[in-house]
């Protein structure tokens, strides 16, 4: 899910951005950030960059299948067409 080092990051640099005399209360803050981070951002629906890849792909391959499989039907409907014209 979501990088344990990501968020520590993004802890540190919120930490690092804060006045000094909020910095002073040191370590309790930075892990309360980190606690506070990590759980909103557990709330959201994100995936990984790799499982995004691997559905990118997916969806791709879906979409290759659609295209020929619409192509096929459209050959199939104009056979079709020409077997009704040539019957008449």
Known sequence: MLDPKKIEQIARQIHNSMPKGVKEF????EKKMRTVLQSQLSKLDLVNREE????????LRTREKLAAMEQRLNE????????G???E
Request: hydrophobic share 40%; net charge negative.
């Open 76 to 83: 199939l409907e104009a056979r079709l067409e020409e077997s």
């Open 52 to 59: 995004f890849d691997i559905q990118t792909q997916v969806l």
């Open 26 to 29: 040191g370590e309790d803050v």
């Open 85 to 87: 014209k040539k019957a």
